[in-house]
Nanobody, 119 residues
Framework: QVQLVESGGGLVQPGGSLRLSCAAS????????MGWYRQPPGKERELVAV???????NYADSVKERITISRDNAKNTVYLQMNSLKPEDTAVYYC?????????????WGQGTQVTVSA
């Protein structure tokens, strides 16, 4: 099994920045895509950004130009740099990793980290 450990959430003022990290660990496996989702209060979980093993990225329209996803393959870690944060970015942010072992595909989620944007 793969374990995901998230860090970096917290309270920030509008216009501020936060950097989320998610490190994957476990027995021998291959990581495919890594991404971040979020669930605002009272709403469904939604995609924020995803990065493929080759480095290609995809972002939700609401966060383009403000948020950057990156990964360190040597550390099995994905990052989410969030700038110019808005109150509507307030949500629980979840790391997601799609991985495989012996040809079998798996999908794992982190425990979630709270991001609150408020004055």
């Amino acid at each position: 099994q793969v374990q995901l450990v998230e860090s970096g959430g917290g309270l920030v003022q509008p216009g501020g920045s936060l950097r989320l990290s998610c490190a994957a660990s476990g027995t021998i496996f291959t990581i495919n895509a890594m991404g971040w989702y979020r669930q605002p209060p009272g709403k469904e979980r939604e995609l924020v950004a995803v990065i493929a093993s080759g480095g290609s990225t995809n972002y939700a329209d609401s966060v383009k130009e403000r948020i950057t996803i990156s990964r360190d393959n040597a550390k099995n870690t994905v990052y989410l740099q969030m700038n110019s944060l808005k109150p509507e970015d307030t949500a629980v942010y979840y790391c997601n990793v799609k991985w495989s072992r012996s040809g079998i595909l798996f999908n794992s989620w982190g425990q979630g980290t709270q991001v609150t944007v408020s004055a």
